[in-house]
Nanobody, 124 residues
Framework: QVQLVESGGGLVQAGGSLRLSCEAS????????MGWFRQAPGKEREFVAG????????QYADSVKGRFTVSRDNAKNTVYLQMNSLKTEDTAVYYC?????????????????WGQGTQVTVSS
């Protein structure tokens, strides 16, 4: 397992942008598939975006396609989530997760390490 720490959340107006970061501990970051999930009050935690080890394969939830971009810098042990054109329905706690297996990117149960989450609030 790896230790994950998210940052970059905050309050933003609809239409604005935020960039989330997730820094991982350890020297094997490049061997992990990384995912971003979110959980709104009263809702299940849902997949947002994910990226394979080398960054060449990414996947997005339909609700964020064209607005969010996931990327990683293996030299910095960090994965990013650039969020543009934010909507009020994007309000949630955003979690970073790591998977050491070749599980489907969007499947929550395939991830074995999770960060503590960072709050994103989008106001109208």
């Amino acid at each position: 397992q790896v230790q994950l720490v998210e940052s970059g959340g905050g309050l933003v107006q609809a239409g604005g942008s935020l960039r989330l970061s997730c820094e991982a501990s350890g020297r094997t970051f490049s061997s992990y598939t990384m995912g971003w999930f979110r959980q709104a009050p009263g809702k299940e935690r849902e997949f947002v975006a994910g990226i394979r080890r080398t960054g060449g394969n990414t996947q997005y939830a339909d609700s964020v396609k064209g607005r969010f971009t996931v990327s990683r810098d293996n030299a910095k042990n960090t994965v990013y989530l650039q969020m543009n054109s934010l909507k009020t329905e994007d309000t949630a706690v955003y979690y970073c997760a790591a998977s050491g297996s070749n599980w489907p990117i969007a499947v929550k149960s395939g991830y074995d390490s999770w960060g503590q989450g960072t709050q994103v609030t989008v106001s109208s």
